[in-house]
């Protein structure tokens, strides 16, 4: 009896042992998984964000033929809303004295 207990006590420390070996080896390729992820999002963003410069100037030219329409019907609604304001009245305060 004395002998299986002893072997059910070795197995399980190996058990555990393999287990925490098994955590820190995860952990550790987490943390250096989570730095190469940081990384490859920083190299992403400055890539995109090259690429959006290049681009954006073709999109706001491509644009043009529907936004010109638009902003002449902006510009026409502020001038009729603009014409048809009533002025404020004015009134001068005499300084006392």
Known sequence: MIVLTSLVVMAAGFWLVFALIG???????GIIGGVFSVFAS??????????????????????????????????IVWAIARATRRRPDVVVMPASR
């Open 23 to 29: 955590a820190v080896l995860k952990l550790v390729f």
């Open 42 to 75: 920083l190299i992403g963003a400055a890539i995109g964000g090259l690429a959006l410069l290049l681009v954006a100037p073709m999109v706001a030219l491509a644009l043009i033929p529907v936004l010109l329409p638009v902003a002449a019907l902006a510009l």
